[in-house]
């Protein structure tokens, strides 16, 4: 399968490109850079990609694709307080516009990071399941919880979004 890969120069990306590559996968990536000589350790093999900001990418940078996986954004609780509206112009509206042209270019299957910051403070202390009510309390999990509701707007039996609310990442990552 042929796989854009979002944020592939980011901590989770990083790992990602490999693995991908390791299942046969054939992996693009597609990076502003920002992280991309933040290196620790030997250097990683980057798969071959587009160094462009999620805001400027365009139908070329989808062409051939069969796949996405969407892991770039400014991706923490205090980072998105810092700079909201840039917050919600990357993660939010560029998201859903990178989401649009890949359902234009024929992509069906568009695989996006989301977070379990998006349930908020909604279970006190009790665990949350997918199905419990999206309280986000902060930018960045607003922004995760409109890329998520525009993207359900976009499904069809042609072009699949899936989400993944993953917890806080943590451990090794060569950036």
Known sequence: MRVLLTGHQGYLGTVMAPVLADAGHEITGLDAGLFADCVLGPPPADPPGHRVDLRDVTADHLAGADAVIHLAA???????AL???LTYAINHHASVRLAKLARDAGVRRFLYASTCSVYGAAGGDDLVTEDAPLRPVTPYAES???VEDDLHALADTDFTPVFLRNATAFGHSPR
Do not use: E, I, W
Request: charged share 30%.
């Open 74 to 80: 400014l991706s923490n609780d205090p980072l998105g």
């Open 83 to 85: 700079a909201p509206d």
């Open 144 to 146: 995760k919880v409109r």
